[in-house]
């Protein structure tokens, strides 16, 4: 019984995942047309694992298929956390997202077919140009720059500056030609390690915290990094991660596959006592802010943040939560943490997305009042 019991719950699980789209804890991304080592590898990895493009059956990712702008936007809807448009046309599965990106003036000039025709180049930068923002660039010309639309200038200038669509031989842009989708995996991993316009001004910093702060985080796949990194930029803050003995690989991750390290340790919890390469930051006494950051696993902290936390003696300190997720909150990962550690003054935490901007962070940031 306890058995059919762990085998429903899968099957429960898989098909959640199935239905929203995204992975609750990592993704399998060995598609069988995706060789090791070939040069869009990687970001078939990465945006696999950030739930934003997915298989298309049989075990199969298409790299050599034409992106559509249906496509596009159904990926960019899932970016910005599916928002429910006012009123969505009968086009069937990318209905919402076309809604969405119509309401969110993303598609103004361009060729709005969304299904049978291969989107441009020069159309596919200016969708993404707008989504973060439409920021003006000075951009260096292209050879054929005068084939690309007047609408798409800007869109152009920002792509090349912040190196989100490279030109091809002979610094040409060929505004008309079209995208594989192992092409538009490259595209969507620069544009999302990348958001943050060339030109851009610097974020105001948060207010003084009076004290020293400090960044704490474990990351298993780099996004919570990411986010520590950012924080710690912005406050001028010290950064100290979290690593065990044993460093966690793509394979241990894997949740889907029965077996696996995390799966073995949700299971056992007696397994969560996991060793850590030094469980004290240095100077930690010096320290009157702490930030602690971690991935949600099934929808707690992290276990690995855990030895972290009881290791160290909070008393006095001010501590700040925040973690990262595709689907799941904060949840009650900050209290369970505060109950672990006993002591400090434990504020609220928040959640970001795996894909979290850096206007979100420092927005975030500044409504701590840190300094008040």
Request: proline fraction near 5%; charged fraction near 20%.
């Amino acid at each position: 019984m306890k058995s059919m019991k762990k085998v429903l719950s899968l099957v429960l699980a898989f098909s959640l995942m199935l239905v929203l789209g995204v992975n609750a804890f990592a993704a399998n991304t060995a598609y069988s047309d995706v060789a090791a080592g070939v040069w869009y590898a990687d970001a078939v990895d990465y945006v696999s694992g950030q739930g934003l493009m997915s298989g298309t059956g049989n075990n199969r990712f298409a790299p050599d298929m034409t992106t559509e702008l249906a496509m596009v936007v159904s990926i960019l809807h899932r970016d910005a956390g599916s928002p429910v448009p006012e009123a969505a046309p009968n086009l069937g599965w990318y209905a919402e997202a076309a809604a969405w990106a119509e309401q969110s003036n993303l598609l103004a000039n361009i060729n709005s077919t969304f299904t049978g025709v291969p989107i441009s180049r020069e159309d596919l930068v200016t969708v993404l140009w707008r989504y973060t923002g439409s920021p003006v660039v000075a951009g260096e010309d292209f050879a054929d720059e005068a084939e690309i639309s007047a609408y798409a200038v800007q869109a152009v200038d920002w792509s090349r500056a912040n190196g989100i669509v490279s030109g091809k031989p002979g610094n040409r842009f060929d505004p008309k030609g079209g995208t594989t989708r192992a092409e538009l995996a490259i595209i969507l991993q620069n544009f999302l390690t990348k958001r943050q316009p060339a030109n851009a001004a610097q974020p105001e910093p948060a207010p003084e915290t009076g004290g020293k702060t400090l960044v704490v985080y474990f990351s298993a796949s780099g996004s919570t990094k990411a986010v520590a990194e950012t924080i710690a930029s912005t406050l001028s803050a010290d950064t100290f991660e979290i690593t065990p003995v044993e460093p966690y690989t793509s394979d241990d991750l894997n949740w889907t596959a029965d077996g696996s390290r995390v799966n073995r340790e949700h299971d056992d919890t007696s397994l969560r006592e996991i060793p850590l390469v030094s469980g004290t930051a240095p100077n930690w006494d010096s320290y009157d802010t702490v930030f602690i950051g971690y991935p949600i696993w099934w929808g707690i902290a992290a276990w690995p943040t855990n030895g972290f936390v009881k290791a160290n003696d909070f008393t006095g300190k001010t501590v700040i939560p925040f973690c990262t997720s595709t689907s799941s909150g904060l949840g009650q990962s900050g209290e369970l943490l505060k109950e672990l550690a006993g002591a400090g003054n434990w504020l609220e935490g928040e959640r970001f997305r795996s894909r979290a901007s850096e206007s979100d962070i420092t927005e975030w940031l500044g409504s701590l009042n840190l300094g008040g």
